[in-house]
């Protein structure tokens, strides 16, 4: 394993502890610490108590049925997350609540009541249901942050498909290959979405991708008031619009989901070239997400709940959609960029629903910390009572930043460390009761078995890194990966059997916190999303001037990790700016664009082992200008010396 060692020393000096306020302990949701002795003495148990939380078409008698690598969770139970989420709300006092209160980049707002909300989920799945959708079909969701994208993922939810939210910064080949994996009949797109005042043309991509898939409809949301510019292919492309009037107004039956039935795949980027459809289950999926609202987001009715992410990704689906609805939460939910129309827009949006608690990424917070504080002076934060990040470890600096300008020191901090396959937060304060440290996500959540362990599986001794492993199943765990339960086994459980590898390094401290270290396989973190180092390559040896490529993540001040690629191109291929161009271009059209790479290295060799594996080690020390580790197993060293020097020319 890589010893990240700058950082890791950094780290280590901090020292500065924040308790929870008393005030804050006292109207906790859990306030009582000896939940986490309960919950480690009989996981089960706890689980079972959080489980009763949701609402059960048929109880669950048996809570967990573990085959290693493989977790059965309250698998005799029966349930619908739709019903969970919306339509048990429609029957109390929570009806008339706002469940939504969205508003788009240009300013234009909608707000969602529980009733509004499942009527719509309602007539939604009706009309899925009349083009042909059934319980186990996938649905492939194409959107940009409207309220159709949640009113879609509930609607399939509702019946029993599978959706499949692929993120609208995904070029058309990323959709198509998420398509085709999932084998979905269905897509829901939009004509176009607004980005930062620009439109992205959706349907155009979706229109390249679906050709030779399964999909046989396509449902097309007029956002932007485009579909009248669009072509709509006859049989085929349908205006979400029409056929939603065309709909039934009944209420729509639900279907009584068994629990281990998929609620949804959710791709990820792994060590390959190709991503990975996580699967996730109903029941332990929702009791998960429904558990982490209640205990480590502290979500009261009264709150108004703010998480910034996209429902593309996971911490939208979990912390926008499952988490907070199930739990009868006001969530606000943003379509646009941060600064756009201005660098306010954040702290406006604060101000003006009056937000309580608001979570984000530690890539954003660098940013405001850049931009500076002055644009959040003019506005009123002060209904803010805690906050959240999330995506890629914080350091310290941001850490202090959002506290002191965002929270005004009054706020606890909950650093939730989780990821696309685990479902929910799995290491973070619960903030009524643990005192955190900047840049820690400070221990497991109750229920959950986390520790970190050396090459051999042995728990390391405080103040000792290693690898960061989950010893024991927990109910919203990914339970395969879709089509290929072999790379499942494999990726999770191989190394270890039995307990769960995360792919992330941490530092155990003498308290027992954890301090996650960040990746430690081939997979990158930029802006807090996830890219595999290998989809870049493919993409960039898909290109006719490429014979081959490395690519790697460099420290990078705001998006934590930024993609460095160095490439070896044909021979008699002319280098430079041109060609850098075209291959950044070549790279956002086969993924998107976050994966456009910061800066291309052309290079007569890649330095690689007598094996000829890429000694992307040797590439990560060079960008970063640090010293080279060990080159001793190295074919050729006299190429880490050429690159070095072109390297150097370059800066
Ligand atoms: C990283 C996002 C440090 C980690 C929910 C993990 C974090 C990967 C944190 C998962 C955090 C996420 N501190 N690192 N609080 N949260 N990570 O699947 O490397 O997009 O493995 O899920 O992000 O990314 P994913």
């Given at each position: 394993?890589?010893?990240?060692?700058?950082?890791?020393?950094?780290?280590?000096?901090?020292?500065?502890?924040?308790?929870?306020?008393?005030?804050?302990?006292r109207?906790?949701?859990?306030?009582?610490?000896?939940?986490?002795?309960r919950?480690?003495?009989?996981?089960?148990?706890?689980?079972?108590?959080?489980?009763?939380?949701?609402?059960?078409?048929?109880?669950?008698?048996?809570?967990?049925?573990?085959?290693?690598?493989?977790?059965?969770?309250?698998?005799?139970?029966?349930?619908?997350?739709?019903?969970?989420?919306?339509?048990?709300?429609?029957?109390?006092?929570?009806?008339?609540?706002?469940?939504?209160?969205?508003?788009?980049?240009?300013?234009?707002?909608?707000v969602?009541?529980?009733?509004?909300l499942?009527?719509?989920?309602?007539?939604?799945?009706?009309?899925?249901?009349?083009?042909?959708?059934?319980?186990?079909?996938?649905?492939?969701?194409?959107?940009?942050?409207?309220?159709?994208?949640?009113?879609?993922?509930?609607?399939?939810?509702?019946?029993?498909?599978?959706?499949?939210?692929?993120?609208?910064?995904?070029?058309?080949?990323a959709?198509?290959?998420?398509?085709?994996?999932?084998?979905?009949?269905?897509?829901?797109?939009?004509?176009?979405?607004?980005?930062?005042?620009?439109?992205?043309?959706?349907?155009?991509?979706?229109?390249?991708?679906?050709?030779?898939?399964?999909?046989?409809?396509?449902?097309v949301?007029?956002?932007?008031?485009?579909?009248?510019?669009?072509?709509?292919?006859?049989?085929?492309?349908?205006?979400?619009?029409?056929?939603?009037?065309?709909?039934?107004?009944?209420?729509?039956?639900?279907?009584a989901?068994e629990?281990?039935?998929?609620?949804?795949i959710?791709?990820?980027?792994?060590?390959?070239?190709?991503?990975?459809?996580?699967?996730?289950?109903?029941?332990?999926y929702l009791?998960?997400?429904n558990?982490?609202?209640?205990s480590?987001?502290?979500?009261?009715?009264?709150?108004?709940?703010?998480?910034?992410?996209?429902?593309?990704?996971?911490?939208?689906?979990t912390?926008?959609?499952?988490?907070?609805?199930?739990?009868?939460?006001?969530?606000?939910?943003?379509?646009?960029?941060?600064?756009?129309?201005?660098?306010?827009?954040?702290?406006?949006?604060?101000?003006?629903?009056?937000?309580?608690?608001?979570?984000?990424?530690?890539?954003?917070?660098?940013?405001?910390?850049?931009w500076?504080p002055?644009?959040?002076?003019?506005?009123?934060?002060?209904?803010?009572?805690?906050?959240?990040?999330?995506?890629?470890?914080?350091?310290?600096?941001?850490?202090?930043?959002y506290?002191?300008?965002?929270?005004?020191?009054r706020?606890?901090?909950?650093?939730?460390?989780?990821?696309?396959?685990?479902?929910?937060?799995?290491?973070?304060?619960?903030?009524?009761?643990?005192?955190?440290?900047?840049?820690?996500?400070?221990?497991?959540?109750p229920?959950?078995?986390?520790?970190?362990?050396?090459?051999?599986?042995?728990?390391?001794?405080?103040g000792?890194?290693?690898?960061?492993?989950?010893?024991?199943?927990?109910?919203?765990?990914?339970?395969?990966?879709?089509?290929d339960?072999?790379?499942f086994?494999?990726?999770?459980?191989?190394?270890?059997?039995?307990?769960?590898?995360?792919?992330?390094?941490?530092?155990?401290?003498?308290?027992?916190?954890i301090?996650?270290l960040?990746?430690?396989?081939?997979?990158?973190?930029?802006?807090?999303?996830?890219?595999?180092?290998m989809?870049?390559?493919?993409?960039?040896?898909?290109?006719?001037?490429?014979a081959?490529?490395?690519?790697?993540?460099?420290a990078?001040?705001?998006?934590?990790?930024a993609?460095?690629?160095?490439?070896?191109?044909?021979?008699?291929?002319?280098?430079?700016?041109?060609?850098?161009?075209?291959?950044?271009?070549?790279?956002?059209?086969?993924?998107?664009?976050?994966?456009?790479?910061?800066?291309?290295?052309?290079?007569?060799?890649?330095?690689?082992?007598?094996?000829?594996?890429?000694?992307?080690?040797?590439?990560?020390?060079?960008?970063?200008?640090?010293?080279?580790?060990?080159?001793?197993?190295?074919?050729?060293?006299?190429?880490?010396?050429s690159?070095?020097?072109?390297?150097?020319?370059?800066?």
């Amino acid at each position: 394993m890589d010893k990240p060692s700058e950082q890791l020393d950094t780290l280590l000096r901090e020292t500065r502890l924040f308790p929870p306020a008393a005030e804050f302990t006292r109207q906790a949701n859990f306030s009582d610490p000896s939940v986490y002795d309960r919950a480690a003495a009989d996981p089960e148990a706890y689980w079972a108590e959080q489980a009763h939380f949701l609402d059960w078409m048929q109880p669950f008698s048996q809570v967990l049925d573990w085959q290693p690598p493989h977790a059965r969770w309250f698998h005799d139970g029966r349930l619908n997350a739709a019903s969970n989420c919306v339509d048990r709300h429609r029957t109390t006092v929570r009806k008339n609540k706002a469940a939504i209160i969205w508003e788009g980049e240009p300013g234009d707002t909608r707000v969602l009541t529980y009733e509004m909300l499942g009527r719509e989920v309602d007539r939604a799945a009706h009309m899925l249901h009349d083009m042909g959708v059934r319980r186990g079909d996938r649905v492939v969701i194409y959107l940009p942050m409207i309220p159709e994208l949640p009113i879609a993922m509930l609607a399939c939810a509702k019946i029993g498909a599978i959706h499949t939210v692929v993120f609208a910064g995904f070029s058309s080949n990323a959709l198509r290959d998420r398509i085709i994996d999932a084998q979905a009949k269905l897509l829901i797109t939009a004509d176009a979405g607004h980005r930062r005042g620009t439109l992205v043309p959706l349907k155009q991509n979706a229109d390249a991708a679906v050709v030779d898939t399964p999909i046989e409809s396509v449902l097309v949301v007029n956002r932007v008031g485009a579909l009248s510019a669009i072509t709509m292919v006859p049989g085929r492309d349908w205006a979400w619009e029409e056929r939603m009037r065309a709909a039934s107004y009944a209420p729509f039956a639900a279907e009584a989901m068994e629990a281990e039935d998929v609620l949804y795949i959710l791709y990820t980027s792994g060590t390959t070239g190709k991503p990975k459809g996580i699967v996730h289950s109903t029941g332990g999926y929702l009791v998960g997400a429904n558990t982490s609202m209640r205990s480590v987001f502290d979500l009261k009715d009264e709150d108004v709940y703010f998480c910034t992410a996209d429902i593309g990704w996971v911490t939208g689906h979990t912390y926008i959609v499952y988490g907070p609805l199930s739990a009868g939460a006001t969530v606000v939910m943003y379509e646009g960029a941060p600064d756009f129309p201005d660098r306010e827009r954040f702290w406006s949006l604060i101000e003006k629903y009056g937000c309580t608690i608001f979570y984000t990424a530690p890539t954003s917070i660098r940013t405001f910390m850049k931009w500076g504080p002055q644009y959040l002076k003019s506005h009123d934060l002060s209904s803010l009572r805690l906050l959240g990040t999330v995506g890629e470890p914080i350091n310290p600096e941001a850490w202090m930043w959002y506290h002191e300008h965002v929270g005004a020191r009054r706020c606890p901090i909950v650093d939730t460390w989780w990821q696309t396959e685990t479902g929910c937060a799995m290491i973070a304060s619960l903030p009524g009761l643990i005192a955190t440290k900047p840049g820690s996500a400070t221990r497991a959540v109750p229920g959950i078995a986390v520790d970190v362990v050396d090459e051999g599986g042995q728990s390391v001794a405080p103040g000792h890194g290693g690898y960061l492993v989950i010893r024991k199943p927990w109910p919203s765990m990914l339970r395969t990966i879709w089509r290929d339960d072999e790379r499942f086994q494999k990726t999770y459980f191989g190394q270890f059997p039995g307990t769960y590898l995360p792919g992330d390094g941490a530092h155990l401290d003498e308290d027992q916190y954890i301090w996650i270290l960040g990746r430690i396989d081939d997979v990158i973190n930029v802006s807090g999303h996830r890219i595999g180092t290998m989809e870049v390559e493919s993409a960039l040896v898909d290109h006719p001037a490429v014979a081959e490529a490395a690519v790697i993540g460099r420290a990078h001040e705001v998006k934590g990790q930024a993609i460095t690629a160095f490439v070896t191109v044909k021979e008699g291929i002319e280098t430079g700016d041109e060609l850098t161009v075209e291959l950044k271009a070549h790279v956002v059209s086969l993924i998107g664009a976050m994966a456009r790479p910061e800066e291309i290295h052309f290079t007569a060799e890649l330095p690689k082992t007598r094996s000829a594996k890429i000694m992307r080690r040797l590439l990560r020390d060079i960008a970063e200008g640090r010293a080279l580790g060990d080159t001793t197993t190295l074919a050729d060293p006299t190429v880490i010396e050429s690159l070095k020097v072109r390297y150097q020319d370059r800066e």
